[in-house]
């Protein structure tokens, strides 16, 4: 089958497709703000009845073979000779039975990708087009309004009627021409594949992020992750600290350009903090569940986009160590905090200190709105705010009635986080109670695996044999030093494990949202977590906490196991509607600038980007507003020509240098990008909202992979004041 479109025919495409050759109208696809280009297949079209309703005898009188009816549409698909094509699909307009025909496309460069037209569009018009202009502008090319969009203004869906000349397509680039019209898409049908998968070698390994089950395994022993990942991989902008022993960030897993973000080692008073002894290897294995960089080696983190932030703790609990640690969180701008540790002594309250530096993390962190904390419940097995009979410790340090408490995971604004199993069922190990927020999966109880997460004076009784479940595969220090003889190790686990899950998923949420308060996230992440139950008795205490209360509460579990798809999404649906300023100031910079191909090792490496120093790496383009008011909203329009776009990052920032991420490297390969960026699809971009408009602005872009290559054609900017 060859292709009927010549790649030499193709011309280069203006802002609003205004570019766009007649004899090209049907074969550029507008979709999300981009222009795909279109290839005919050759051998089959599609038809729909007026009424689907009714007998689909017409099929009969079609000169073609019929193939099966696209599902969730009217669309019935045909084959045919391609000598025979554009006869077939004129006798299937003829019959009075149809009101529809089209070919069948598939996307350049995507050869699977079969594409049926449906005869409806989305149109979305500027605010200043009344009613009456609508109606002109959709009759003059044979389309009818059906209903407006929810959510948007003046946006809606219309149908392709039968007095129209053109299908879909073809009026959609028509209609972009159209000043009076933002966007013009057709409703296309394309068959569902998986969802995203990380090309890292080692990620199907990492069955708590997704699985299909197997030995040892639940189907739904995973946290959705590549569902999530349709969506949002997490963003550079959104900081996640990880506060424990050490990390090595050496690890090819924690590299790429602004990935660390505001290192410290409050251990040795220096922003190294690297491991030391033997055995400091929790800290890189905690890093490596929430963040590791999606490299295309390796593993991946359950917020591969996101930054690190690295701390090493002092080891010890003093309310100086404790205020320092989330000081420094708060003043270098850490979105998310996770803590995978906690006392060594059986009942801990926190001291007035310790307790208001959380609230002060939670409450004025993230300017105002909070760090998200995260702390790992413990594998005690035992309540973090208790009571528990104690019997056949050694040498009966516990015996009798005996009350645990865990200050830091009971503290209101933290997120405790229990662990369950990759059958779905308890860790054996994990801490419980009331005050457990939510769970998330982890290995299970090989005997010597009671123990708390600093190394108690004395250990609880253990269990003699293993407990069936997987561990946690993760990163693990480079070289022979660590848990494994290798950089990963699959024998990671403890409520240490789930812990970091859950802090990569809250750092997902604000990568959509990042209007949210901390105590929203903390919502979010309990009202869309799955329900797991497990009616087994406990092996070590013998009773049975599986099941969950009328207010949806579970002492092993907390409010569920958590789901990453269901809590970006819900976290997406709470998108507050832009401000609706005075007037707007427009910028422009035509000017064609050519991105630097890849970036160095070094520049890739921690080294050049521990403080932030991004102007090192890829270039930018300057556009100056001389305006001194305050910017309520604003768009970014972005035309690039690359090899491969999927290997750029491009950034905005503001005058006075605020820095936040438009675009992470989920472009794929279009050679042209034409994109927008506002509050509505890019929420980001609310932090620089509140500011002075006055000064030069700034597109940066960075190829991270070498290569491809490419340059920004043209980028502008509307502000709204």
Known sequence: MSDPVNPSDRVRTDWHGIGVNDRDL???????????????????????????????TWIERV?????????????EEFTTDPANLDR??????????????????????????????????TIQFARDVDTERVAAIVAAVGVQVQRPLAGIPNTFICKVSRDATENPVKIANRLMRDEGVLTAEPNISIASVHHYQPKDPLYSQQWYLFNRGGSALSPEAHIDIEKAWDITRGIRSVVVAIADDSIDLNHPDFQGAGKIVAPRDFKDRDFLPLPEQQSDNHGTGCAGVAVAEETGEGVVGVAPGCALMPLRTTGYLDDDAIEQLFDWAIQKGAAVISCSWGPSAVYFPLSLRQRAVITRAATEGRNGKGCVIVFAAGNANRPIDGT?????????????????????????????????????????????????????????????????ETGPVATPPEIRHSMPGLGVFTTDRVGVAGYDQTDYTGYFGGTSSACPVVAGVAALVLSVNPDLTAAQVKQILQQSADKIVDRDTDPQLGHCLGCYDDDGHCDWFGYGKVNAYKAVRTARRLFAQPFVGTRQVHGKNNRRVEIPDGVTGQERGFSLNWFGDRDRAGVTSEIAIDENSVVRDLRVRVAIEHGFAGDLELYLTAPDGQTVQLQDRTLGNPGKVDRLYSLETTPTLRKLCNRSAKGVWKLWAIDCVPGDTGWIDRWEL????
């Open 63 to 75: 000169g073609a073979t019929p193939v099966k009816r696209v599902p969730n549409t009217p669309l």
């Open 88 to 121: 077939a699909m004129q006798q299937a307009r003829d019959l009075p039975e149809i009101a529809f025909v089209s070919h069948v496309y598939r996307v350049e460069n995507n050869p699977g990708s079969w594409v049926y037209l449906t005869d409806e569009l």
């Open 26 to 56: 049907g074969t550029i696809l507008q979709r999300g703000g981009e222009e795909l280009i279109l290839l005919k297949l050759e051998d089959r079209f599609t038809a729909s009845p007026a009424d689907p309703e009714a007998p689909r």
């Open 388 to 452: 528990v009979n104690e019997r056949g410790w050694p040498k009966d340090v516990l015996s009798g009635p005996t009350q645990w408490l865990n200050g830091f995971a009971i503290h209101p604004d933290a997120i405790a986080v229990s662990a369950s199993t990759s059958l779905n069922k308890k860790a054996a190990y994990s801490n419980w109670g009331k005050s457990i927020c939510v769970c998330a999966p982890s290995n299970n109880a090989p005997p010597g695996m009671w123990l708390p």
């Open 718 to 721: 509307t502000l709204t004041v």
